[in-house]
């Protein structure tokens, strides 16, 4: 089985713009998370989607927005670019059996300038 | 909400047993996981505990859970310097959200 893939790995962009970011989860998984990591704030939770609805939420601003597709494909999006926004961006997909175990995808690092 | 806590380094001589630490606040978490990050890495499940055990073990990894005291430890036997990276305990109770520790660096001494 392929594994969880995230697209693009890496990702410069300059204050103000948006991006959007792809995370494809393992086949027959249909919860996807995302997390945003950084030196500072350690692993921190964005949300999750599961079956094309956010079924858990963090504690980011609105700025911060996701989307899953039929396919199980996940996108997210960052409008208005902070400094602060650079991070490692990871996935993670799971499966509704116990113990719901993730499985991270490589991850996004985004450099914002 | 939950809260995952974690010592941030640990140094071990190889060859020795490595212990890394984890406790938690919510005592509905249903399931426990250790992974371990390399760097540029994403995260690599190691094993998972249900919080109706104590103790599992998978080779050279043994995890024991206090339920009691919302404790959970990660043992490496015979730690090598691959197992040089940090380590993140998280908690997960049904379908709620995982939450993760803040990891530990994990060096190991040649």
């Known amino acids: 089985k392929a594994g969880v893939t995230q697209t693009p790995r890496y990702l410069i962009k300059t204050r103000g713009q948006q991006v959007t970011l792809s995370c494809s989860p393992i086949?027959?998984?249909?919860?996807v998370s995302w997390y945003q990591q950084t030196p500072g704030q350690g692993l921190q939770f964005l949300f999750e989607?599961?079956?094309?609805?956010?079924?858990n939420k963090g504690n980011f601003p609105g700025r911060f927005s996701g989307r899953q597709f039929s396919n199980s494909r996940s996108e997210m999006n960052v409008s208005t670019l902070e400094l602060g926004d650079s991070a490692l961006y990871l996935c993670?997909?799971?499966?509704?059996?116990?113990?719901?175990?993730?499985?991270f995808g490589p991850g996004t690092r985004l450099t914002v300038t | 909400g939950e809260d995952v806590e974690q010592s941030l380094f640990l140094s071990v001589r190889e060859g020795d047993s490595s212990v890394i630490n984890c406790t938690y606040t919510?005592?509905?978490?249903?399931?426990l996981y250790w992974y371990k990050q390399e760097p540029g890495a994403g995260l690599q499940l190691l094993t998972y505990?249900?919080?109706?055990?104590d103790m599992k073990q998978d080779q050279r990894l043994t995890v024991l859970l206090n339920k009691k005291d919302k404790h959970l430890s990660l043992r490496i036997a015979d730690t090598q310097t691959g197992d040089s990276a940090i380590y993140f305990c998280?908690?997960?109770?049904?379908?709620?959200?995982?939450?993760f520790g803040t990891g530990t660096k994990l060096q190991v001494i040649p």
């Open positions: 993670a997909s799971s499966s509704e059996v116990p113990p719901h175990e993730q499985y």
């Open positions: 086949s027959g998984h249909r919860s």
């Open positions: 989607y599961f079956s094309e609805t956010q079924r």
């Open positions: 919510d005592s509905s978490s249903t399931y």
């Open positions: 505990i249900f919080s109706n055990m």
């Open positions: 998280a908690a997960r109770g049904g379908y709620q959200k995982v939450t």
